[in-house]
């Protein structure tokens, strides 16, 4: 969907006008692909505006520049405010926010480590990123995800997200919501930029993270919510045709939050609905968001932003 501009990008260390937020076509970044991001949703609660997450994703932010050898001069707490600045700032709430850090203008070739660090956190209103109100209908992927040992799928890096993008055109034009794309051994990994759970026999499954998963931050709360629910949680190998007899499938992620999966493949899941699993997981989870359920995980940073109406359902 288009992106609806606000007023202000914050750009190391303070805020901008967004017209102002370029960078010149000669950047690393352009030509190589070097960028690590985040994506995050800040919601409309009873008590008003809320990140959630928003620690846990500034940690996987800083991970991800470890894992690159990208030098962020920024603390936890220093982007977690940078966020909180941005989004008050702008008064757009519930929103998606994209904090990016990425190599500058400086000198072009594969060693990178010459170029400046640019780091900057925009927000903007952002609904359903997973189509299919009663449940997406999704094929397996004929691109296989990053095999361990090229690229790593821990750390969350734009160039990553080229192969994310082959997998999800390639669904797109053959008529589906979504794809799930196999590892390099042919076990399940995960959609184009969701996480994957299966549940049977009254058990839920997800791909463990050396399937060349994405440590989501959705994933961990469902995961999380899951067992407080006394579900039994297997992070195991799943093979693909046990997404075809599954009792219930779902997608998670900052996106696609909890989505449920109606079809793989053309072939049904069950009777095609939301299961109850999925449904009282979902409920769980949005209630949190919402300020409807207690946020007995701390996982809600309150902002002083006048709320509209939800982002998503």
Not at 82 to 108: D, K, M, Q, S
Not at 153 to 161: E, F, L
């Amino acid at each position: 969907m288009p992106l609806e501009p606000t007023k202000y990008i914050w750009h190391n260390g303070k805020l901008i006008a967004w017209d102002q937020a370029k960078i010149h076509v000669m950047s690393h970044v352009i030509h190589y692909g070097s960028s690590i991001f985040e994506g995050i949703r800040c919601y409309k609660t009873e008590q008003g505006a809320a990140i959630f997450r928003l620690q846990d994703h500034m940690q996987r932010l800083l991970d991800s520049a470890k894992i690159y050898r990208m030098d962020l001069d920024y603390s936890v707490d220093q982007l977690c405010r940078a966020v909180v600045e941005t989004v008050e700032a702008n008064g757009v709430a519930p929103c998606y926010i994209r904090p990016i850090a990425f190599r500058g203008y400086g000198e072009l070739g594969v060693h990178p480590q010459r170029n400046p660090m640019e780091v900057y956190i925009g927000n903007f209103p952002w609904g359903k990123y997973v189509s299919g109100d009663h449940g997406a209908d999704i094929c397996i992927s004929s691109w296989t995800r990053l095999a361990p040992n090229t690229l790593p799928a821990m750390a969350k890096a734009g160039a990553n997200y080229m192969n994310s993008q082959l997998i999800r055109m390639e669904a797109t034009v053959n008529g589906y919501d979504e794809a799930v794309a196999l590892d390099v051994s042919g076990y399940v990994s995960e959609g184009s930029g969701e996480n994957l759970f299966v549940v049977s026999k009254g058990q839920l499954l997800t791909s463990p993270l050396s399937n060349s998963v994405l440590n989501g931050i959705t994933r961990a709360s469902i995961i999380t919510l899951a067992r407080e629910m006394g579900l039994t949680v297997l992070e195991q190998s799943i093979p693909r045709e046990m997404l075809y007899i599954a009792d219930e499938l779902f997608f998670t992620g900052t996106a696609a939050e909890v989505t449920p999966i109606r079809s793989v493949d053309r072939i049904v899941i069950k009777d095609g609905h939301a299961g109850p699993i999925t449904q009282k997981l979902a409920a769980e989870y949005f209630g949190i968001a919402a300020g409807k359920r207690p946020d007995r995980f701390n996982w809600l940073t309150p902002v002083k932003v006048t709320a509209g109406e939800p982002v998503s359902a």
